[in-house]
Nanobody, 115 residues
Framework: QVQLVESGGGLAQPGGSLRLSCSAS????????MGWYRQAPGKERELVAR???????NYGDSVKGRFTISRDNAKNTMYLQMDMLKSEDTAVYYC?????????WGQGTQVTVSS
């Protein structure tokens, strides 16, 4: 089993920044992918960004150039630096880990962008 705990959500103004963290623990294999997804009210969950254990990253079109995903493999921790935030970034952000045939999710952290 794998446990994922997100932190760092909150309220930010448009144009501001927030940094999310996801700490993973449990039976984590050396080959896996971690990612951030988000879900706004009334919308489907969508990919924000994901990163392999080797550091290869890809982003959803709506966040390219504004968000940066990174990870510290020694700490089994992943980060999402969110800059130039927009009101449409408001959502619950979920940490995700995929390994072999299993998918794990964190409980989510709320990000609200409002003036």
């Amino acid at each position: 089993q794998v446990q994922l705990v997100e932190s760092g959500g909150g309220l930010a103004q448009p144009g501001g920044s927030l940094r999310l963290s996801c700490s993973a623990s449990g039976s984590i294999f050396s080959i896996h992918t971690m990612g951030w997804y988000r879900q706004a009210p009334g919308k489907e969950r969508e990919l924000v960004a994901r990163i392999t254990n080797g550091g290869f990253a890809n982003y959803g079109d709506s966040v390219k150039g504004r968000f940066t995903i990174s990870r510290d493999n020694a700490k089994n921790t992943m980060y999402l630096q969110m800059d130039m935030l927009k009101s449409e970034d408001t959502a619950v952000y979920y940490c995700n880990l995929n390994q072999r045939l299993s998918t794990y999710w964190g409980q989510g952290t709320q990000v609200t962008v409002s003036s």
